[in-house]
């Protein structure tokens, strides 16, 4: 795979810092490693998003993009069907660090690998909402506070733009990955726990980024069992026995009751998205269909994604990772420059379980309408 396909979905700096090395071409590498030129000013940041508008979303219903997407075999709900909705939190897509923060007009050639790869995970029960929103390059994500705070309010607006005028009252999930895992863990607390909208909530899927395991203690707990609801999972995948992912769930600065905090970090969130339990371990036959990585460009996509490989690899809850051991002979688009070097499979978080997580989200809101009766979606 190509350095830039690896730094498509890259949220979190060191690991996919190191992933460069070697790779690439000149410029873009030395792009990747340096900063701004100048300081963040808040008075020079891009434009903001409108989300009355379209051109602010990345995925929204009726559009029929790339997120409807689906393997061999499988089916997209229709939309107007749908029983729920998932609010899908994009990760990093931009792969340099010219800026402190992206506009959100940019184009980014790996949108369709977001779409594919990722949200499209959610459309077997789900209409899906995407915000584009002002992302924090990859050297602001490690430099500047300031730089991701404004990208999580481009976030929280856009949340509080689904739920006023597109939700209508329905159950919502929320999905995310990397970046958008992180923007995912202040959004819970700030704008749904302790809310009205904590009722609706599903469950969180917040993905490929560090989420304390003591949710619980501020009422929200951590999911350990396939059709429990209202509850937070988490998973950042590593080839077994190394250590590189460690980065990514270890000495984290994190949204937490009101401030940031960067002391005192609980164990990571682990939930085996195999057996969907917080201990135990899951074989390779457990594991329902794999996706590789999406190689499909925005000239270019395809509406139908390759075949799933089934039993790639199973998984087990160790140390705040979640660990997988793919064979060398797996198929082509499961191995990476972040998985050789690193043992870090964070490009193939969703991908890896893509099965798994498409037929939980669909059990995750049967569950949440049987224990609902009363609750007629749309209403």
């Known amino acids: 795979m190509k350095r830039a396909a690896l730094l498509a979905l890259a949220g979190c700096g060191a690991i996919v810092l190191l992933g460069l090395l070697g790779l690439g071409p000149v410029a873009t590498v030395i792009a990747t490693f340096g900063s701004p030129s100048r300081p963040f000013d808040a008075a020079q940041v891009p434009p903001e998003p409108d989300y009355a508008k379209a051109d602010a979303w990345l995925a929204f219903p ?20 749908a029983p729920a909705d998932v609010f899908f939190i ?38 899906i909402f995407a915000p584009h929103y002002r992302q924090a390059s990859l050297r602001a994500l490690e430099k500047s506070r300031p730089a991701v705070a404004l990208a999580y309010a481009d976030v ?10 597109e939700n209508h009252g329905r159950p919502f999930l929320i999905a995310a990955h990397s970046q958008g895992a992180m923007h995912a863990v202040r959004l819970l607390q700030a704008e749904i726990l302790g809310t009205p909208l904590q009722a ?29 609801t209202g509850c937070i999972l988490s998973w950042n995948t590593s080839q077994k026995g190394r250590t590189g992912a460690f980065r990514l769930v270890r000495d984290q600065t994190y ?8 002391k005192g970090q609980p164990p ?17 036959v457990a594991n329902p269909g794999s996706l590789p990585f999406p190689t499909e460009r925005a000239g270019a996509p395809g509406r139908t994604l390759a075949a799933l490989t089934p039993h790639l690899t199973g998984a087990a809850c160790a140390a705040g990772l979640l660990d997988v051991d793919i064979p060398w002979s797996a ?11 690193f043992g870090s499979y964070h490009l193939g978080d969703y991908g890896i379980f893509y099965a798994a997580i498409r037929r939980n989200a669909a059990e995750r809101v049967d569950a949440w309408r049987v224990a609902h009766p009363d609750r007629v979606a749309g209403s």
């Open 62 to 81: 009726g559009r029929n993009g790339l997120e409807r997407s689906t393997p061999p075999g499988m089916a997209a709900v229709e939309e107007g069907a």
């Open 90 to 127: 994009h990760p990093t897509t931009y792969q340099q660090s010219d800026v402190w923060n992206v506009a959100y007009t940019v184009p980014s050639e790996f949108d369709p690998a977001v779409l594919l790869g990722q949200a499209s995970a959610f459309n077997g029960c789900c209409r």
């Open 156 to 165: 929280a607006r856009a949340f509080r733009h689904f739920i006023a005028h």
């Open 200 to 228: 609706r909530l599903v469950a969180a899927y917040v993905i490929g980024a560090y989420a304390p395991s003591d949710f619980g203690a501020i009422g929200l707990p951590v999911c350990d069992d396939a059709r429990q």
């Open 255 to 262: 949204w937490w009751r009101g401030r940031e905090k960067d």
């Open 268 to 284: 990571a969130i682990c939930v085996n998205p195999l057996t969907w339990r917080r201990e135990g371990a899951a074989p390779a």
């Open 331 to 341: 198929p082509r688009g499961f191995q990476d420059v972040l998985s050789v070097l």
